[in-house]
């Protein structure tokens, strides 16, 4: 699947507005904003991570806390920096 936003993940350290908004609009986390900014389900992200769908969405909810080994690999997995990452 081709990621329409892909071209637009600036480097370093910023985030999109448009993924702030996703956020702060939905009551996501930073996590599923980047998901769902990308246009990656969450079956696609549980492939690239090695993980079943249901720990995915563990890991992405409003309330989850991942540890930094699994934010890092989030991270790489969504093709961002792991500053993108943490709010």
Request: charged fraction near 30%; glycine fraction near 4%; charge should be negative.
């Amino acid at each position: 699947m081709k990621r329409r936003h892909a071209m637009r993940i600036p480097e370093g350290e910023a985030v999109p507005h448009d993924v702030i908004s996703l956020q702060a609009k939905n009551g996501w986390s930073l996590i599923q904003a980047w998901r769902e900014y990308l246009e990656i389900t969450q079956a696609e992200m549980a492939t690239r991570l090695e993980v079943r769908q249901t720990t995915y969405a563990n890991m992405e909810g409003p309330d989850a806390r991942p540890h930094k080994a699994a934010r890092e690999r989030i991270a790489q997995a969504l093709g961002i920096s792991l500053d993108q990452l943490d709010d």
